[in-house]
């Protein structure tokens, strides 16, 4: 069981990227919630977003909100994180994790919730 998050490079401010998470050894709608951390040099992993398989909620963190959406493809076994506006401070090395069942809301927000991650993708914004 693995997942793959792909989709990063270098962008302009003001530019979009659109990451991936490729699931590999099970498919992507058997994990409860899939959701996007990131972690820029020097700091804590953080919560970007989120969505909850059966309901299809989305949760993201205030500072992405609006700039960011979570999607999914079925058929692609894949989850999507599309970043439009990006900022400076939106560099970091991105990772897509998941875990198996349902948890509590803010449970959601927290990495060590989440079982199983990908490798990361690197996402720079310059000024």
């Known amino acids: 069981v693995q997942l793959q998050a792909s989709g990063g490079g270098l962008v302009q401010a003001g530019a979009s990227l659109r990451l991936s998470c490729a699931a590999s050894?099970?498919?992507?709608?058997?994990?409860?919630?899939v959701a996007w951390f990131r972690q820029a040099p020097g700091k804590e992993r953080e919560f970007v977003g989120a969505?909850?398989?059966?309901?299809?909620?989305?949760y993201y963190a205030d500072s992405v909100k609006g700039r960011f959406a979570i999607s999914r493809d079925n058929a692609k076994n894949t989850v999507f994180l599309q970043m439009n506006s990006l900022k400076p401070e939106d560099t970091a090395v991105y990772y897509c994790a998941a875990r198996s069942t349902r948890i509590v809301q803010t449970g959601i927000y927290d990495y060590n919730q989440y079982g199983y991650w990908g490798q990361g993708t690197l996402v720079t914004v310059s000024s």
């Open positions: 969505v909850v398989w059966s309901s299809s909620r989305t």
């Open positions: 050894g099970r498919t992507i709608s058997g994990y409860a919630i």
